[in-house]
């Protein structure tokens, strides 16, 4: 069965500090596509990004970089020097690639990321 | 114009009225979705809709229906709602082609839905 597990429901930094958050997931299938999105406090879903099964090669955009590990089924994402307008859920999500998926996207619980000043 | 816009924001209804929530894309996506969400937990898929055509009914109610009138339109017509119902309604879109579906959702800010 797919899954994904973000084992953390919440976590609380002060500004500055460096946090990460965790993603698992399972999967059956050798071809499928991971994301990662931001839900800021007005409720929109916001993409931070997309990796497929193929491409482990990490990703660093300005604060934010993902490591993705297929030997662990881990996705997992890093802000560093964090600052207060991170504070957001953050979804992890799974979609598998398929005739008529509906691109149906798997989410995981969510990480509540609180910054403090 | 890269964004998904949804009317109302918010929404208050009785249990015998009938209503309706509206989303809007202009990215030339074919893929639009409907996703009911309620508070710490995350969206569940209800509907998507891929060239018009709606393609999953992820099992929902008969007193939620959808319409797709055309490429850039998606409505859920409400009728005799319950109060467990009330949610947070996020619609999104995706360039996905008509085989496979493996790109990103674009979502709207969501429609704040109360059932009273």
């Known amino acids: 069965a797919q899954k994904v597990t973000q084992a953390q429901t919440e976590i609380s930094v002060v500004e ?5 958050l965790d993603c698992v997931y399972e999967t059956r299938d050798t071809t499928y596509y991971l994301f990662w999105y931001k839900q800021p406090p007005s ?6 990004i997309r990796r497929n099964s193929f491409d482990e090669q990490n990703e660093i955009s300005g604060r934010y970089s ?26 992890c999500a799974l979609s598998e690639i398929g005739y008529n998926q509906g691109g149906k996207l798997i989410f995981g619980q969510g990480t509540e990321l609180s910054v403090k000043p | 114009d890269t964004e998904v816009t ?16 509206k989303c809007e894309q202009h990215m030339g996506h074919r893929a639009m979705y409907w996703y009911k969400q309620k508070a ?8 998507v809709y891929s060239y018009e055509k709606l393609s999953i009914n992820e099992s929902v109610p008969s007193r939620f229906s959808p319409e797709c009138p055309n490429s850039s339109l998606l409505n859920l017509h409400l009728h005799a709602l319950q109060p467990e119902d009330s949610a ?11 085989e496979y579906f493996y790109n990103e959702q674009f979502f709207g800010p969501g429609t704040r839905l109360t059932v009273l």
Do not use: R
């Open chain 1, 43 to 48: 409720g929109e879903l916001v993409f931070l």
């Open chain 1, 16 to 20: 500055k500090e460096d946090v990460t």
């Open chain 2, 88 to 98: 947070l309604y996020l619609c999104a879109s995706s360039p996905n082609t008509q």
């Open chain 1, 66 to 91: 993902w490591n993705f590990q297929k030997s662990t089924s881990s996705f997992n994402f890093t802000i560093t020097a964090s600052q207060v307008v991170d504070s957001a859920v953050y979804f």
């Open chain 2, 6 to 21: 949804q009317t109302p924001k918010h929404l208050v209804m009785g249990m015998t009225n009938k209503k309706s929530l």
């Open chain 2, 40 to 47: 710490k937990k995350p969206p569940e898929l209800m509907f």
